[in-house]
């Protein structure tokens, strides 16, 4: 419709001779429609068709025909505008053509200067990608720096230890062989057990004047060695015990006991807390209890001798919130002689509380009976007042306070937890260490030479092993894959050490070898691998071979100095051991420190070397990391019937990752969740479950 109505007014839209334009309403049907479009252009003006009531029209050519009435006039009118209409167009024509010429024109120009306005146009977009680019990349670059500054920088203390493995330092008077107390806690923070040891020092050269020793305890960095605090104390330390958690601090405390005084110091600082010195002759270290009275904190037990000297042993509590001693100390007599065994707190499966203690032999006393005795009322909690049935019936009478865990003929020497870690010197008082060590089996050492595993649920002994004289506790650690407890012993005649690794299932031999006596009595220690296995880490002289006819030598030639070797023994091949380390030292107490971040551990030992200066030597820490003493140390092997290669076993032992057996408590806890945990049963690695 829109194209027929631009022909009937003679619009530009077609090209014709005249207008030689396009319209474009009209360009697309411009041929379809040309009949249509001769219909309009012949179409009456007056809107009549000619084929109406006044009859056929005539052709438009022939005007003879045609109507004339008042307006004859109009037909010239309209015949001026149909020749104007033309020359009208080809004005709006010729205006058209115009305008494109000057559009042509300014294209044209536009071209003319085309080059350089591209060249622009192309440095502002580079400069806009180098932009966009660039904001980009910066960002990624900084997170990229931010995530290796995490994970390599930060660490760096741990990268530390790792590059010094090993160091020594002398610190103070030896003392000859009595070995110092030595414990082992993170003080610093990097979450490596640094070392915290009992120190001796003269104020001059005197060595004379008793007066002149200056007693302290000491904190040492792991990596280095350097100290971190210094503790003076009035005597001598004899315990060191590391991990009580105190209400008005987020981290643990350590106990630091003499002869007759404890004192609490921060872990990190080493500032007094509480100290006790109204206690007398106190006589063993700290035993963990629980909560006595309702605050939230457990106390403490330590073993004292009485006032009166007809009798042995007294029990002494004191308060682990502010260290005062509850009530006074429950005095006992005991009808053994020997060695102070324990005390040790035991819980049963009733969650009833014993104290295990004894001269020789081995007594139980009822937790609720020395708080009773102690205070003069029963305990606050009523957990503490449950009374086991079965423990109860070990009594020989009702009268009697005691529970007979072992009295014989023959003196206790040793009775130990048998839990994985135990011993080592790591006297920690960690609530959830100790919860473990309170629930397991027991080994008993007794008549110096017999090995007997005591059950906990009716004390009954599962087992007896008999061998020469023992000098030294037994350690636990696994030998084989049974997942019980083995156990590494020692024992020495007529110069030559023995050392044997017994089954803690049936009691069997599982390892023996013997070696020239080191003639010193120095505890083993054994270090729990990720595998699951232990290894054995002692003292001992030179190996000797079987199939060497040679005499076993008793006395060693004055003029030979006695060199002592730090052997290392894995399950995986007891035909063969590693040399770590010799030395002409007097080695007197060791423990193992674990290091989570590089699956390694160290060794730390003290010994007495002597000196020209002082006539007791001096006292000398040292540090030797496992994985790296490892890589450099010397093969041993034993036997010739099973040689496997060099290159086997040290690609094995390369490969030695080590981890610590027990799980501690998070320091930053509040009192009331370490309070709820000490009621819930945790099971490490190597307690006996029940």
Not at 657 to 683: D, I, K, W, Y
């Amino acid at each position: 419709m829109a194209a027929a109505l631009s022909r009937a007014l003679k619009l530009p839209g077609k090209k014709g001779s005249e207008l030689g334009e396009y319209d474009p309403l009209t360009q697309a049907d411009s041929e379809d429609d040309s009949e249509e479009d001769d219909l309009v252009l012949n179409y009456p003006r007056n809107g009549l068709g000619r084929d109406n009531c006044h009859g056929p029209s005539k052709p438009r050519g022939g005007r003879s025909g045609r109507h004339i009435t008042a307006g004859d006039d109009a037909p010239d009118e309209e015949d001026e505008w149909r020749e104007q209409l033309p020359s009208k167009t080809r004005q709006d024509g010729d205006q058209s053509k115009a305008w494109g010429q000057a559009g042509d024109d300014r294209r044209g120009s536009g071209s003319s200067s085309g080059p350089g306005s591209r060249e622009a146009e192309e440095k502002r977009l580079r400069i806009k990608t180098a932009v966009r680019t660039l904001c980009f990349v910066v960002p990624l670059v900084c997170a990229g720096s931010l995530v290796l500054l995490c994970a390599f920088l930060i660490p760096c203390r741990s990268g530390g230890l790792a590059k010094r493995s090993q160091w020594e330092r002398a610190l103070g008077e030896a003392g000859g062989v009595t070995p110092p107390a030595l414990t082992l806690w993170d003080v610093d923070g990097d979450s490596v057990d640094d070392i915290i040891l009992g120190v001796t020092e003269w104020t001059n050269s005197s060595h004379l004047i008793p007066a002149n020793k200056i007693y302290s305890a000491v904190a040492l960095s792991a990596g280095r060695g350097h100290v971190l605090w210094r503790k003076p104390m009035k005597e001598t330390v004899m315990y060191i015990q590391c991990g009580l958690q105190p209400p008005s601090s987020q981290l643990p405390a350590c106990l630091l006991i003499g002869k007759s005084i404890i004192v609490a110091v921060n872990v990190t600082t080493g500032k007094t807390l509480w100290s006790n010195k109204v206690l007398k002759n106190i006589e063993s270290q700290a035993v963990l209890l629980p909560d006595l009275q309702g605050d939230l904190v457990p106390d403490l037990l330590l073993a004292t001798l009485p006032e009166d000297e007809t009798l042995d042993l007294s029990l002494t509590l004191v308060s682990g919130l502010t260290g005062e001693k509850l009530g006074q100390s429950v005095p006992f007599n005991l009808t053994g002689q020997g060695k102070l065994i324990g005390p040790l707190i035991h819980e049963t499966e009733q969650g009833s509380y014993y104290v295990l203690f004894g001269l020789g032999n081995v007594e139980a006393v009822g937790l609720q009976d020395v708080y009773a005795r102690a205070t003069g009322k029963p305990p606050v909690t009523p957990l503490l007042r449950r009374r086991d049935p079965l423990w109860e019936g070990l009594r020989k009478t009702n009268s009697s306070s005691f529970i007979h865990i072992y009295r014989g003929s023959e003196r206790v020497d040793f009775l130990l937890p048998l839990v994985a870690g135990f011993g080592n010197n790591h006297n920690c008082l960690d609530l959830l260490y100790n919860h473990n060590i309170s629930r397991s089996d027991w080994v008993l050492v007794y008549g110096s030479s017999k090995l007997s595993l005591l059950r906990q649920r009716d004390v009954h002994k599962q087992w007896t092993f008999i061998s020469p004289p023992l000098h030294s506790q037994p350690v636990p650690g696994h030998f084989n894959d049974d997942g019980v407890l083995d156990l590494f012993i020692q024992h020495s005649a007529n110069g030559v050490m023995k050392a044997q690794v017994i089954d803690g299932a049936n009691s069997r031999v599982l390892w023996s070898e013997e070696f020239v006596c080191p003639r010193l009595v120095m505890e083993p220690s054994a270090v729990f691998t990720s595998a699951g296995q232990s290894v054995f880490l002692f003292w001992a002289g030179d190996p000797i071979r079987a199939q060497r006819n040679v005499s076993r030598p008793t006395v060693l030639p004055a003029a030979a100095p006695l060199i002592r070797k730090l052997f290392l023994l894995h399950p995986a091949f007891p035909t063969i051991l590693l040399e770590l380390n010799s030395t002409t030292d007097t080695s007197v107490t060791s423990a193992v420190s674990y290091r989570p971040g590089l699956s390694d551990a160290t060794y730390i030992s003290v010994s007495s070397r002597p000196t020209s200066d002082s006539e007791s030597g001096t006292r000398v820490i040292r540090s030797i990391g496992l994985r790296a003493a490892i890589s450099r140390a010397r093969l041993v092997r034993l036997g010739s019937q099973d040689k496997p290669a060099t290159v086997e076993v040290t690609k094995f032992f390369r490969r030695l990752a080590f981890t610590h057996p027990v799980r501690r408590a998070n320091p930053r806890s509040s009192p009331v969740e370490r309070a709820l945990r000490g009621r819930v049963h945790f099971t490490f690695e190597g307690s006996m479950s029940r």
